[in-house]
């Protein structure tokens, strides 16, 4: 079997999905999304191309190590997410050309079901109560996560930090104690106000604080994770095992969050997650992305021991023939072969687009950049 043709498309609202065909007929399907930046991973894909075509998608180790290792320069999100497509299309075709899940060749699964949370951004207080309440009723979730501030100044006020405070407060009011709730922080605190603050939501049980600040920083992370009984998740803008092992050797996080799409593709996460296993670190994979990508995780989190939960903004209603199904907040383990997913050709028409999404941007009070 050889590669014959790298096929990509862009579908809204911000995908990028490629297909990998064969001389046999068989084809496998990736993610390379980079939000703001998939045109420059296109670019990519058509580079890695040139060595792709005419090599045996079997080989998908063989594959990793080329496209990672062969071009002098490697690493970073471009280069990442470009290889984590090609690495989820060769799992896929290999899946399918042996009538086996994508789980099965990563040794098996580990559990029948898959927990499952979902992300959700809004205005006050009472549009987060009622969203986690829509969700929490139409899909049965257990689980959420959502924006725990705006824009934030280097060093906050006591009322800017209360307001933090307050949004988490009547989540938790409203959810029960039977919900967990993650509160996400998109890095935009500096490291002293995240000290502080992590402290003031520890009354009202966050399941997890995600990028306190940012996470290169694997000191500041542990010192912030001394500092509280709240666990500490990170990893979604980190790039294979190389960047996730500082976090991991130090306990600078109790949860890994490596995108599928961004870190390394099936092979790498898998290599990232039992590297946490070491250290008893729980792996939850970022997932704000397509189905392609969700389905890859989820044969991921079936093969995982120390899987925790995974993020979905979609179920693949726009692009799958048979979009996944959550009853009573679980999605039972894929079954079908490759990954187990069977793009609707006419949805898949109808959503494509010409692959610009920009990224939101904050502006500081004084006309200056502010993490968004």
């Known amino acids: 079997m050889k590669?014959?043709?790298?096929?990509t498309f862009h579908v809204r609202p911000r995908w990028l999905i490629l297909r990998l065909h064969t001389d046999t007929g068989l084809t496998g399907l990736g993610e390379a999304t980079l939000e703001g930046a998939s045109l420059t991973v296109?670019?990519?894909?058509?580079?890695m191309s040139r060595w792709l075509i005419g090599q045996d998608p079997r080989r998908i180790e063989h594959i990793w190590q080329h496209l990672y290792r062969g071009g002098f320069y490697r690493g970073g999100p471009v280069h990442g997410s470009a290889l984590s497509g090609i690495d989820m299309a060769l799992w896929d075709l290999l899946g399918r050309s042996l009538g086996v899940p994508v789980h099965q060749l990563l040794g098996?699964?580990?559990?029948?079901?898959?927990?499952?949370?979902?992300?959700?951004?809004?205005?006050?207080?009472?549009?987060?109560?009622n969203s986690v309440r829509d969700l929490r009723d139409s899909r049965g979730l257990t689980a959420f996560k959502y924006n725990a501030t705006g824009r934030m100044r280097p060093l906050s006020t006591p009322a800017a930090l209360q307001a933090a405070v307050d949004r988490l407060a009547a989540l938790r009011q409203a959810a029960g104690p039977d919900v967990d709730i993650g509160a996400d922080f998109h890095g935009r605190l500096t490291f002293s106000d995240a000290k502080r603050l992590a402290r003031l939501l520890e009354p009202h049980q966050p399941m997890f604080l995600e990028e306190p600040v940012l996470p290169g920083d694997a000191d500041a992370l542990r010192e912030i994770a001394q500092?509280?009984?709240?666990p500490i998740a990170a990893g979604e803008r980190l790039f294979t095992r190389w960047q996730f092992q500082e976090l991991i050797e130090k306990r600078a996080v109790s949860i890994v969050q490596p995108d599928v799409a961004h870190a390394g593709g099936i092979s790498e996460v898998r290599r990232i997650a039992a590297l946490a296993e070491s250290r008893d670190i729980l792996i939850a994979p970022h997932c704000p992305l397509s189905p392609v990508a969700l389905a890859a995780s989820l044969h991921l989190d079936?093969?995982?021991?120390?899987?925790?939960?995974?993020?979905?903004?979609?179920?693949?209603?726009?692009?799958?023939?048979?979009?996944?199904?959550?009853?009573?907040?679980?999605i039972k383990v894929p079954e079908r072969p490759g990954l187990g997913i069977e793009l609707d050709e006419e949805k898949l028409t109808a959503g494509q687009f010409d692959g610009v999404w920009e990224v939101p941007r904050f502006t500081a009070e004084d006309g200056g950049f502010a993490e968004w």
């Not at 296109?42 to 580079?47: G, S, T």
Request: overall charge negative.
């Open 42 to 47: 296109e670019a990519m894909l058509r580079e």
């Open 3 to 7: 590669i014959t043709r790298l096929e």
């Open 302 to 330: 079936a093969a995982c021991p120390n899987f925790f939960l995974q993020e979905h903004v979609t179920l693949g209603e726009s692009l799958l023939k048979d979009p996944f199904v959550i009853e009573a907040g679980y």
């Open 227 to 230: 500092s509280t009984t709240i």
């Open 108 to 129: 098996g699964r580990v559990r029948d079901r898959i927990r499952m949370y979902a992300w959700t951004d809004a205005g006050t207080a009472d549009d987060y109560v």
